[in-house]
């Protein structure tokens, strides 16, 4: 079952520990780490590089890298979640660099039918629709209220890009849709859930305090 | 640009996590990353509004290889079983093999030729340890005439208290003739004439304290090295 983000803080609180353990080289705390986190982090990288062998190679990048960098992530600044999920996304973004074609600069390939396959609408493997999942993910808490907030083209070009790590024209391909308004759909759906996020947080904390 | 300003530290921030900035525009954003602090502020905040979306996805168990190879890239397990050119036994036989070579020139080199040369044998280990012996190699220098001859073992042969090592004249056929009892620690000088007539090879057998009691070798054979004629 997918976790809702209600969880996010209280599994990050115990990642924390694992993390701090490993900073200091403890190697049993880096393989529980890994044991707790690696099949969530291989969901995100998965889930935008669809290739299983890369995909595994960047997992294990991942944690290559935060075995290395375990001694300078602050508890302080981030959760221990939020922190190695970014790491994995963008390392999954970045091994999608030779797959990106630049299609702005080829317009042809709007017109490639193969291309498009890959991204077509009918998932491959029975996997949840990026706007399905947006759905999951907003079970909770101020998220979700959020992301209700959106109109669902912002909606739906925000989910494309953030799940499947789709470029702006990409996302563009897939809603047909000109680049432009879907550069300003993600533009103002991110700057809406900024404003309301920002808004819950500030609400929370006037509410918390006496 | 001004990357400080905060409406493009956000804009970029924004687009960098939600990943919709790409090629050598993402790049150039990760270069700039450590140089601005502001830029760092608004991915921290971008990623904290964002990445629980990702709580959403189903968990996928990576295979148990990807976790080997973890290991194995960190250092937590040797890469691979060594190749036997690897293995350290195969070195140190190589070595002990050295040694005897040269321990074997440097009795030729070191001996002053009296009127003929002496002939030396080695005589090597014939299989694994066996017996309670060690293997090990032993050197025979053998005067020309033949009637002397001085037996040494290149390492220290560990033999049971109650076993002796035994030296024999293997002739090209044929029994055996014993040449006596050698020490397994020191040199033994053995006396028995003409030892190099009628003789093929020198061997070592293990043996009771006394010797073999039937005049041939009735222990194991250790110890093997052929006369060059």
């Known amino acids: 079952m997918a976790t809702v983000p209600s969880d996010w803080s209280e599994r990050s609180k115990e990642l924390s520990v694992l993390l701090a353990r490993s900073g200091l080289g403890d190697r049993q705390a ?17 889930r935008i590089n669809r290739d299983r062998a890369q995909a595994e190679d960047v997992l294990q990048e991942v944690y290559v890298n935060v075995w290395r960098a375990a001694k ?3 508890a302080a600044q981030s959760q221990p979640l939020t922190w190695l999920t970014s790491i994995a996304r963008n390392r999954a973004i970045d091994s999608l660099r030779r797959r990106q074609a630049e299609p702005q600069t080829q317009p042809a390939n709007l017109n490639d039918d193969e291309d498009r396959n890959v991204y077509d609408d009918v998932p491959d493997d029975n996997a949840p629709t990026p706007l399905e999942m947006l759905g999951r993910a907003s079970d909770a808490r101020a998220l979700a209220r959020c992301m209700d907030g959106l109109t669902p083209p912002q909606r ?3 989910a494309l890009a953030f799940y499947d790590g789709l470029s702006h024209a990409e996302v563009a391909e897939h809603m047909r849709e000109p680049l432009g308004t879907v ?3 993600v533009r103002r ?5 900024k404003a309301c996020l920002d808004g819950a947080v500030a609400r929370e904390r006037s509410a918390g305090s006496p | 640009m001004d990357y400080s300003r905060p409406a493009l530290a956000d804009r970029l921030g924004a687009e960098y996590v939600a990943g919709t900035l790409r090629g050598p525009a993402r790049r150039r954003f990760e270069a700039l990353l450590a140089a601005h602090p502001a830029l760092r502020a608004s991915v921290r905040d971008w990623q904290d509004r964002l990445m629980p979306l990702s709580a959403s996805l189903a968990p996928v168990a990576p295979p148990p290889r990807v976790w080997q190879r973890i290991e194995t890239r960190i250092g937590f397990r040797p890469a691979a079983a ?6 350290l036994a195969v070195w140190r036989a190589l070595a002990g093999v050295a040694t005897a070579a040269t321990l074997a020139l440097a009795l030729v080199v070191a001996t002053p030729p009296p009127a003929q040369a002496p002939i030396v044998v080695v005589l090597s280990a014939t299989t694994a340890p066996a017996g309670g012996v060690t293997p090990a190699s032993f050197v025979a220098s053998i005067s020309a005439d033949g009637r002397a001859m001085v ?3 290149l390492t220290e042969v560990s033999v049971q208290p109650d076993r002796a090592l035994e030296l024999w004249a293997v002739p090209p056929s044929g029994a055996p003739r014993s040449l006596g009892l050698i020490s397994a620690s020191g040199a033994t000088v053995v006396r ?19 010797g073999s009691p039937t005049g041939l070798p009735t222990g194991p054979v250790l110890y093997v090295g052929k006369l060059s004629s």
């Open chain 1, 30 to 46: 880096f393989a529980r780490l890994y044991e707790r986190s690696s099949a969530h982090l291989f969901a995100v990288v998965l």
């Open chain 1, 72 to 74: 300078s992530f602050d």
């Open chain 1, 156 to 158: 739906q070009s925000v």
């Open chain 1, 183 to 185: 550069k300003s759909w």
């Open chain 1, 189 to 193: 759906a991110l700057l809406a859930l």
């Open chain 2, 82 to 87: 060594p190749r036997w050119w690897a293995q």
């Open chain 2, 151 to 153: 037996t040494r073992p």
């Open chain 2, 192 to 210: 028995q004439g003409k030892v190099l007539k009628d003789t093929a090879a020198l061997a070592v057998s293990l043996e009771p304290p006394t």
